[in-house]
């Protein structure tokens, strides 16, 4: 592999949004506030084309301390961070699960 | 590469080049620069920021100017090793060059330093205006400094006695 | 309390403008990410795993009434409606915004208080004894000192990008509560033979990834030379700290590589070429800061105090909370009360924006308007009547603060760790919740003594774990985090850093751990309550060492 420390593949690309610091995910048109908008590298050539925006939005410095990070994707086609720290970031935290990212999709749940 | 000062931009009058009229070496020959030095030649140094001042003091007398190198802007060695060379007495023009911000602007000029060279980019990214701004931000210090301000300690007890 | 007077007030409100001003050059492309990082780090702003996280200093610890109800404000306005109070005397919010964050630095400095320097590789917020001006064993308030150096070391041009963060503790009394000998400076205020009060000086302690107790480089340093020593270190570590690696640019390591004689020669050096009289202040600028520090209006009181004590005749409750939560004051009639934040199951160090404002409410009527936050991550309350404890019990109780444990096995310390903290290797406050759990009985918990755990998610040490009687650290193991158990640390007088037990254990594991090891210490102790602590020093780590073994294997079998 040409990259040696890349994440493996599947991955996503994150980063942080300059003036709010809200966890933000790439996806494709924009960036996302929730990991399942998030847009996925499946393969290699994929993978390349994400590095290249990093590096870009690295440059223009907004959203923030942008990396890639492996996901996987599990049985009802969810993404699932591959790191529990990646899990903690992308949900909240888990002792406060009133707040963050995963309070938020709760409230979507309920209301389904 | 641009050059400022408390005033603005600035002309360069020094070259990095031996035989000029002011010229500016690298620390390692400033011994032999200076026993060959000509008659009205201005002698100044680059002095790499892991030197220690001791260093410079057997011919700081005969050197018009020195420039301290700041590799990284958060590298801050050069604030000390400014300070100490105006504590030990030189007293020609001192240079900061390399990477500092608009930001560490008045911390130069603070230890000592009367300007800054940096880089064309640099310039680019941060035009004139913040630079003359930025160290009028802060008006007061708990220190004495090189450029005249004096402690707000000793403010306090000038304060304190005149009333 | 230190008042700001019209200088101190002029620093930090430009100090606010200033950072404004930044914040817009960031936004509008001057100012790189890169470039920027510093400067937010120097007003308290990290970016964290989840948000921005800010960092408001508590210098020394002390705070007023209308101070925490300031933090509080915050906290509702443009936080989570609550905070959460560090091992270093700051508050921490874990949500703000950048675009809020000169709002919030201007709210501070209405009550002058400010995030200068919370963060960074500068010279940080300095720390004092959490019982200064009430211990009866003070050679001296430590307070008028780590004003002063708070003073000095404020946007110091020299010393503002260090090689890495620098971290200061002053402490004035025979025992040691503000770990000063893991600090990269530790003072502490002596009296030499002659009767007259100095400085002792330590250099080079600190926990992370190489811990390492302070070497005294000072014996005896006169009161008056104060500032142009520090400058003399500060220099030096300025100067020859490394820069090329960062876990090895703290000043503990220079003392180390150097070795504590050449460190001293060099600071010796350099503090006889500096102009010590310029540097240092008149003794009537001291005088003038020490003032503020004054003891307060105390009133001419009995000792003891028979109301109290009817009433923890009466109460079982409030009996425990005097046999644990209070400590001695040197007035006759008064004492200082520690108001734990390490409920039963909750997030150690987290306080709501109503606890905040309710401390506010009891420290004004009960504490001469006064309040600590200690590095245990607790308050103090440190001039109450004892007359008065019962209704400052009865407050505590109504706002869910009244838990009597202080210093107790469930008054555990522990970092952010992975729920909030980007550095995270694992999460450490879930841990601090199993473990308090299991020993949520009170009665048990007295049985047990004196005992402190302290946790860190990952090597920074920022849960002080190396100098925990428990310490525990979390790391990532092959991306499952696994808990390093430590015994026989100690911050204090006779400092020492734990020794690892064994391998590391699963989080799951980790309860059941500490609850055989405190087993283990009971077994042993001897009858007269030796403390975990001693007993662990008298019989060493051996007999602890099968707790880390996989529980009743005989069972599972059967
Ligand atoms: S010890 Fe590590 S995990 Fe805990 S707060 Fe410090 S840096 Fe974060």
Redesign the pocket.
Known sequence: MAAGKRAALPLVLTASDLLDGDVVFYAGAGWARGLDEAAVAADEAQAAQFEAILAETEAKGDPVAPYLMTVRIDADGALVPGHVRERIRSRGPTIRTDLGPQARQERQHVSV | MPLLDRNGWKPESWARDAAAGAAIVPFDQVEAVLGARRPGQRIGVDLPNDVHPNALLPWQDGLDFVAIAFPRFNDGRGFSLGKMLREQGFAGTLRASGWIIPDQFAFALHCGFDEVEISEAQAQRQPIDQWLQAPALIGETYQDTQDGMISIFKRRRAAAEAA | MYRYDEFDERVVRQRVAQFREQVGRRIDGSLTEEEFLPLRLMNGLYLQLHAYMLRVAIPYGTLDSRQMRQLALIADRYDRGYGHFTTRQNIQYNWPRLRDAPDILEMLADVQMHCIQTSGNCIRNVTADHFAGVAADEVEDPRPTAELIRQWSTLHPEFSFLPRKFKIAVTGSAEDRAAVAVHDIGIRIVRNAAGEVGYRIIVGGGLGRTPMIGKTVREFLPKDELLAYLEAIMRVYNLEGRRDNKFKARVKILVHELGAEAFIARVEEEYARLDGPSLNVDPAELARIAAYFAPPAFEALPEGSAVLDQAAARDPDLARFVRVNLYPHKMPGYTAVTVSLKPIGGPPGDATSDQMRALADIAERFSLDELRVTHIQNIVLPHVKLDEVPQVWAALVEAGLASANAGLVTDIIA????D???????R?IPIAQEIAKRFADPDRQQLVGPLGIKI????????HHHVGHIGIL?LDKAGIENYQITLGGDPGNEASLGERLGPGIDAEQVPDAIERIVDTYLELRHADGESFIDTVRRVGLDPFKPVLQPKEPARAAA
């Open positions: 970092c952010p760790g992975m909030y903290c980007s550095l995270a290797t694992a450490s860190s998610g990952c090597i920074n040490a920022c849960g979390g």
